[in-house]
T-cell receptor, first 112, second 117 residues
Framework: AQSVTQLGSHVSVSEGALVLLRCNYSSSVPPYLFWYVQYPNQGLQLLLKYTTGATLVKGINGFEAEYKKSEPSFHLTKPSAHMSDAAEYFCAVSVRGNQFYFGTGTSLTVIP | DTGVSQNPRHKITKRGQNVTFRCDPISEHNRLYWYRQTLGQGPEFLTYFQNEAQLEKSRLLSDRFSAERPKGSFSTLEIQRTEQGDSAMYLC???????????????FGPGTRLLVL
């Protein structure tokens, strides 16, 4: 069975500070991993994904995530937070190429 | 590319009524997915289509729920005899599945927010 745990339903950072959103998962087979962002009243937008190869994945808007099989985790980071990063972030895992399992989300607040 | 569109964006109905939502995927996409998202939760998979064939359904999809994609383009999700517990955001996503890509990207629509009174 697959599951996704996002630690911290709410994260606040100061503008310009490091953003770290945590995602741990369990999977019986090697997974595909994703981070999506959701702005108010909008659909989910893909930030980045890991399928195979390099474990450090770079996405849009300066975000990146590292796949660590040993933990297992897929934490999302950004070196310097911007006000426009305030949104809900979802980690997701897929093991059969179609069905996605999402975490409960982390709401990111950026303090000016 | 106009993206995935969903209609209506909001629906308020009384318990026991039937409702139908529509999803128009990105035109060349062959896969279409339905998810349900309740407050404070991530999206939960309901069902998906490859072209017009419904290939998988979640246990969350009770017999009051039915989805169709008759011509392999737009899809409808119908809920019969709605219950208050059906209140949620219903999200649609589409993707282009090809043999050369390990995991296709799912593109999401803005969702339909359902409130059952």
């Amino acid at each position: 069975a697959q599951s996704v745990t996002q630690l911290g339903s709410h994260v606040s950072v100061s503008e310009g500070a490091l953003v770290l959103l945590r995602c741990n998962y369990s999977s019986s087979v090697p997974p595909y991993l994703f981070w999506y962002v959701q702005y108010p009243n909008q659909g989910l937008q893909l930030l980045l994904k890991y399928t195979t190869g390099a474990t450090l994945v770079k996405g849009i808007n300066g975000f990146e995530a590292e796949y660590k099989k040993s933990e297992p985790s897929f934490h999302l980071t950004k070196p310097s937070a911007h006000m426009s990063d305030a949104a809900e972030y979802f980690c997701a895992v897929s093991v059969r190429g179609n069905q996605f399992y999402f975490g409960t989300g982390t709401s990111l607040t950026v303090i000016p | 590319d106009t993206g995935v569109s969903q209609n209506p964006r909001h629906k308020i109905t009384k318990r026991g009524q039937n409702v139908t939502f529509r999803c128009d995927p990105i035109s060349e996409h062959n896969r279409l997915y339905w998810y349900r998202q309740t407050l404070g939760q991530g999206p939960e998979f309901l069902t998906y289509f490859q072209n017009e064939a419904q290939l998988e359904k979640s246990r969350l999809l009770s017999d009051r729920f039915s989805a169709e994609r008759p011509k392999g383009s737009f899809s409808t999700l119908e809920i019969q005899r709605t219950e208050q517990g059906d209140s949620a955001m219903y999200l649609c996503a589409s993707s282009l599945a090809s043999s050369g890509e390990l995991q296709e990207t799912q593109y999401f629509g803005p969702g339909t927010r359902l409130l059952v009174l």
